[in-house]
């Protein structure tokens, strides 16, 4: 016989297991440490838990001495979005140059290899990747950090990624389902919404979710975006129709489903975190994200008794939090498993920069995903120190303002000497009082998007036809300059990559 207290112990380390939180510090907190012991299955990392690779692996051995079979998730999508470098940049390009390279091989060793460093470090769950279709050029928190723009090419390289993460025993978490692609609105601050036909989802935003489900997935987040053609009252991540309905039941997909950072406006300005997770876990989420902006032990408590006080009113069935723990801790199991067996090589994989001591995977995918357009008149490699005007739009909330970006780090490596600016309107006459009579190199990043941009480098172009210009988001606008650079994306060994192409090394 089942007592209450059983009961209620059941019910309330069913709710702690659904929730995937954040913290603060390089060391787990006290209160972290005594939850996990309580229930707590899952906790997520961010840039500010990581100084080094030595550091996080000691920090994933401390969570797993409360409890081995603890799952470590990490929001680790290389590129642009990187936490394991948060402070210099990805020794890895992002989906982007991944796609305009399009070697599924490729793609899937860059993964493989990211997944080996996270695996070496002890995280085992890996917010990644993105499958989003980028069809709305205009989206501000996608970007870049979609494969592109063709459904079929990101299917390709979703599956790739998925592969190269999961062969080693880190379970993909492919995102942000059905698609944040079409959108002109970051979710971090309002509710994008999407208003195309149910044909058009089917051929457009869901082909690289079919792929990634067949290639074997081992957890899907959902987005919290809202989509009239299959819901018209509830976001994606609060939505029966869209988690049950067409993610389990149509397609088919039986692992992990979880949610977006439920802290993220688009859900915690309508319906309040804790209202949001329980009609997450009811919509059919198995995991609550939580802990990019929220992340303490007040937001835990807060929405493990929100679960537990919704089964016990009726409003959550308490079969679905059961199922929804279960997937949490099957997830676990997978993963504790690959452990178990040895997958990965060992401490020293996570210091290395390539699949292979010499091959330096991710310089090599950032080279070749390089697009190099030269002006009219011939261009003559910078042999002395130039001068790099970086024009800086405000960073979404997913990348991040901690992360350097541009070139001009790596041309300093190149030729000494080289100074840096830092624009973030159309200072022209700075740039050139700034610049002297040194050659200048121009960053910039979607310039499409951002006309102060397009504007600055006209009038920089006009008195300096010799400038250079660099472009690290997404290729939009017509080459210009004398030798324009597409980066593909402003991970750091984009920006090595680039400026060996200006000095021609």
Known sequence: MTTLATASDTLTRDALTVLQPGFTGTTAPDWLLRRIGEGLSSVGLFGRNIASPEQ???????????????????????????????????????NYALGSVDDVELTRAVAEE?????????????????????????????????FGAGPDLVAR?????????????????????????????????????????????????????????????????SAHILLSALDPDRPATLSPQILTGLLRQELGFEGLIV?????????????????????????GADAICVGGGLADEDTVLRLRDALVEAVRTGELPEERLADAAARVRALAAWTQAHRARGAVSGPGAAVQEGTAPG???????????????????????????????AFT?????AVGDETPWGVAAELERLLPGTETGAFDKPSVDAVLAAAGERRIVAVVRDAHRHPWMTEALDALLAARPDT??????????????????????????????????????
Not at 161 to 187: I, M, R, W
Not at 259 to 283: F, K, W
Not at 393 to 397: G, Y
């Open 56 to 94: 996080l692996a000691a920090l994933t051995a401390q969570l797993r001495a409360e409890r081995d079979d603890v799952l470590v998730a990490i929001d680790e999508e290389g590129g642009d979005v990187t936490r394991l470098e948060v402070r210099n940049g990805s020794s890895f390009p992002g």
């Open 114 to 146: 990211l997944g080996r460093r996270l695996a070496a470090c002890g995280v085992d769950l890996n917010w990644a990747p993105s499958a989003d279709v980028n069809s709305n050029a205009d989206n501000p928190v996608i970007g870049v950090r979609s």
């Open 157 to 221: 390289h979703t599956v790739a990624y998925v592969e190269g993460l999961q062969a080693v025993g880190v379970a993909a978490c492919t995102k942000h389902f059905p698609g944040h692609g079409d959108t002109n609105v970051d979710s971090h601050h309002a509710m994008p919404r999407i208003d195309v036909d149910l044909a058009t989802l089917h051929a457009r935003e869901l082909v690289p979710f079919r792929a990634a489900i067949a290639a074997g997935t081992k957890a899907v987040m």
């Open 259 to 283: 949610t977006d950072g439920m802290e993220m406006q688009a859900i915690a300005s309508t319906y309040g975190i804790e209202r949001g997770s329980v009609l997450a876990i009811a919509a």
């Open 359 to 389: 091959t330096e995977i991710g310089l090599v995918a950032a080279r070749r995903a390089l697009a190099v357009t030269t002006g009219e008149r011939p261009y003559s490699p910078m042999t002395s120190a130039p001068y790099v005007a």
């Open 393 to 397: 739009p405000v960073a979404n909330i």
């Open 468 to 505: 250079v210009v660099v472009e690290m988001g997404l290729n939009q606008a017509a080459p210009r300059g004398a030798l324009h650079i597409a980066t593909h994306g402003a991970a750091r060994v984009c920006g090595r990559a680039a400026a060996e192409a200006i000095a021609g090394v």
